[in-house]
């Protein structure tokens, strides 16, 4: 149970509680055990109102609290403890993480193998079979999960999340407040390879990936995502970027600081990416490149040439009847010709 006091405390990391000195004694000791939409959450629960369109369920919302502005202040349910901020649904992000169900495991596991020259820091759990090579270093408070490979000379920061199956390869460097999901690999072998004279004969000779992975602080990598490390030089992903499921991020690339990008996305090697930019699902990002600060790109762009200004891009087709799709179809064709 998460007091309206603990509510408040986590909420102020990011932004005031307007109204916080207004609330009495009681209401800052009212225990609540999750959260739960306007219409649905019961006293027991917080909700928040970050929509105009749900503020008809404002008014009869059974929730113990709930999140709101101040324009809607005056609408909340007399029984409903009022907490008053100017991002209602950045608050409910940050209340979010106290109900957040947690593992009961701390410690090490017996089952886990750790190299003798291993730095673990204090508070740290490692889950069961986990493998830990030699000179890697492990910072204060990180986790492990069941099954996690961390191989030679890696560096793990502090308050670092590692869920089952991540695979950390060697000599990558992850900052702190690192969150890697379920079957991430970081620092596998980048695909490079040169052409013999003949390769459905000789094949292809493969180029040793020599670079590493350097990750910054408060990064979040979704499950099943790879970033390969560098060629030469490193791959580098920047602070407070997050990453979605199923991403595959090539070697050399360079990602700035708080950028998103959403599932089945694909960025070629050698690519720089800028700051705060927004990468839609299934997008397809072509090597060697470099895109500006503050882009955001739409789903299913295909990106194959640098773009040098901030903004929005989009490429594709958008979903219309079979019919009409051929019929575009037909005469885009025929531009081409022209």
Same mark, same amino acid.
């Given at each position: 149970?998460?007091?309206?006091?603990?509510?408040?405390?986590?909420?102020?990391?990011?932004?005031?509680?307007?109204?916080?000195?207004?609330?009495?004694?009681?209401?800052?000791?009212?225990?609540?055990?999750?959260?739960?939409?306007?219409?649905?959450?019961?006293?027991?629960?917080?909700?928040?109102?970050?929509?105009?369109?749900?503020?008809?369920?404002?008014?009869?919302?059974?929730?113990?609290?709930?999140?709101?502005?101040?324009?809607?202040?005056?609408?909340?349910?007399?029984?409903?403890?009022?907490?008053?901020?100017?991002?209602?649904?950045?608050?409910?992000?940050?209340?979010?993480?106290?109900?957040?169900?947690?593992?009961?495991?701390?410690?090490?596991?017996?089952?886990?193998?750790?190299?003798?020259?291993?730095?673990?820091?204090?508070?740290?759990?490692?889950?069961?079979?986990?493998?830990?090579?030699?000179?890697?270093?492990?910072?204060?408070?990180?986790?492990?999960?069941?099954?996690?490979?961390?191989?030679?000379?890696?560096?793990?920061?502090?308050?670092?999340?590692?869920?089952?199956?991540? @695979? &950390? *390869?060697?000599?990558?460097?992850?900052? +702190?407040? =690192?969150?890697?999901?379920?079957? /991430?690999? !970081? $620092?596998?072998?980048?695909?490079?390879?040169?052409?013999?004279?003949?390769?459905?004969?000789?094949?292809?000779?493969?180029?040793?990936?020599?670079?590493?992975?350097?990750?910054?602080?408060?990064?979040?990598?979704?499950?099943?995502?790879?970033?390969?490390?560098?060629?030469?030089?490193?791959? @580098? &992903? *920047?602070?407070?970027?997050?990453?979605? +499921?199923? =991403?595959?991020?090539?070697?050399? /690339?360079? !990602? $700035?600081?708080?950028?998103?990008?959403?599932?089945?996305?694909?960025?070629?090697?050698?690519?720089?990416?800028?700051?705060?930019?927004?990468?839609?699902?299934?997008?397809?990002?072509?090597?060697?490149?470099?895109?500006?600060?503050?882009?955001?790109?739409?789903?299913?762009?295909?990106?194959?040439?640098?773009?040098?200004?901030?903004?929005?891009?989009?490429?594709?087709?958008?979903?219309?009847?079979?019919?009409?799709?051929?019929?575009?179809?037909?005469?885009?064709?025929?531009?081409?010709?022209?």
């Amino acid at each position: 149970m998460i007091t309206i006091e603990q509510l408040i405390t986590r909420i102020e990391q990011r932004q005031p509680i307007l109204n916080k000195d207004d609330l009495s004694a009681e209401q800052l000791c009212l225990k609540l055990e999750g959260i739960g939409n306007l219409t649905t959450a019961n006293s027991q629960q917080l909700s928040f109102l970050a929509n105009p369109h749900y503020l008809p369920s404002l008014a009869t919302s059974q929730a113990g609290a709930v999140l709101t502005t101040s324009d809607h202040q005056s609408k909340v349910a007399q029984n409903t403890v009022a907490l008053i901020v100017a991002a209602p649904y950045l608050a409910y992000a940050s209340a979010s993480q106290l109900f957040a169900c947690t593992s009961l495991f701390k410690g090490i596991h017996p089952s886990a193998v750790i190299a003798e020259s291993a730095v673990i820091g204090n508070q740290v759990t490692v889950g069961p079979f986990c493998m830990i090579g030699e000179g890697v270093q492990i910072g204060d408070r990180s986790v492990l999960d069941a099954h996690v490979v961390i191989e030679a000379n890696s560096s793990i920061g502090t308050d670092c999340v590692l869920k089952s199956q991540v @695979v &950390i *390869g060697h000599d990558c460097v992850l900052g +702190n407040r =690192v969150r890697l999901h379920a079957g /991430v690999s !970081i $620092g596998s072998e980048g695909f490079g390879f040169a052409p013999t004279s003949n390769p459905s004969v000789t094949g292809w000779e493969r180029i040793a990936q020599l670079g590493r992975v350097v990750i910054g602080d408060d990064v979040r990598i979704g499950s099943q995502t790879c970033i390969d490390r560098g060629a030469i030089d490193d791959t @580098v &992903i *920047g602070n407070h970027v997050i990453i979605d +499921n199923l =991403v595959q991020v090539a070697h050399n /690339v360079r !990602i $700035g600081d708080g950028t998103a990008i959403a599932a089945q996305t694909g960025i070629a090697g050698s690519t720089t990416i800028g700051k705060r930019c927004i990468i839609g699902g299934a997008v397809g990002i072509t090597g060697h490149i470099e895109i500006a600060d503050d882009v955001t790109l739409s789903g299913m762009t295909m990106v194959t040439k640098s773009i040098t200004k901030a903004g929005s891009y989009s490429s594709g087709t958008a979903a219309m009847p079979t019919a009409n799709w051929r019929r575009a179809a037909v005469r885009f064709r025929q531009l081409g010709r022209d």
